[in-house]
């Protein structure tokens, strides 16, 4: 497939995709049982995952999609992460964040350490995909769809240059 200059080589069917998400619905609605917890939606990326995701939760629940945009700082730590969208009051609620990728692990890691400041009961990551390779701010990922190789990746919600995500399974760039 071809996405703008660049060639992409089938990675994940949907078939794939569709089997491992119900997977990681199943753990979710065991380890919330008697819970009300609270989904996370990180857009643009994990918009496709979230909705097929959240169709197989079965335990009581709400879903609320944000987007994070990062900024320099005013401090010395540099770039600063910033929720929009976020009007829940997160305090003593079971939160799970769905995410579509965690790559170097730095916008996760700095969210959550956001989100601590609203006092919730718990904090946990779904991700579909993570790349072990490139992680370089270490993340507890309770919920992972799949270890991936440190190549790019495309469809299923994830973009190159915002296009390419109208697609039902991922690809992997040809290089
Ligand atoms: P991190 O802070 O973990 O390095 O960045 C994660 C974000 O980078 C993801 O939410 C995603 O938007 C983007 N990203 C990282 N790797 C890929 C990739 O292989 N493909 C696409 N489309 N986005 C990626
Ligand atoms: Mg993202």
New binding site residues.
């Given amino acids: 497939m071809n996405v703008l200059d660049k060639t992409f080589r089938p990675f994940l069917s949907a078939e794939v995709l569709n089997e491992r998400i119900k997977e990681l619905a199943t753990q979710i609605n065991k380890d919330y049982i008697g819970k009300n917890p609270i989904f996370i939606g ?1 857009l643009n ?1 994990s918009f496709m995952f979230a909705s097929d995701l959240y169709k197989n939760i079965t335990v009581p629940s709400t879903i609320s999609f944000i987007k994070l945009v990062s900024y320099k700082g005013t401090t010395s730590t540099g770039t600063v992460i910033t929720a929009i969208g976020l009007e829940e009051d997160l305090s003593d609620k079971d939160v799970i964040l769905i ?10 890691k700095e969210f959550v350490a956001t989100l601590h400041k609203q006092s919730p009961a718990s904090i946990q990551i779904c991700t579909l ?1 993570h ?1 072990p390779e ?1 992680l370089q ?1 270490p993340l507890d990922l309770k919920y992972v769809g799949f270890e991936i190789p440190n ?4 469809g299923y919600g ?3 240059d915002g296009f ?1 995500r109208n697609s039902q399974e991922i690809f992997q760039l040809d290089e």
């Fill in positions: 990180i990326g995410e579509d990728i965690v790559d170097t692990g730095k916008t996760m995909l790349k490139a701010h190549k790019f990746v495309v994830l973009d190159y390419g």
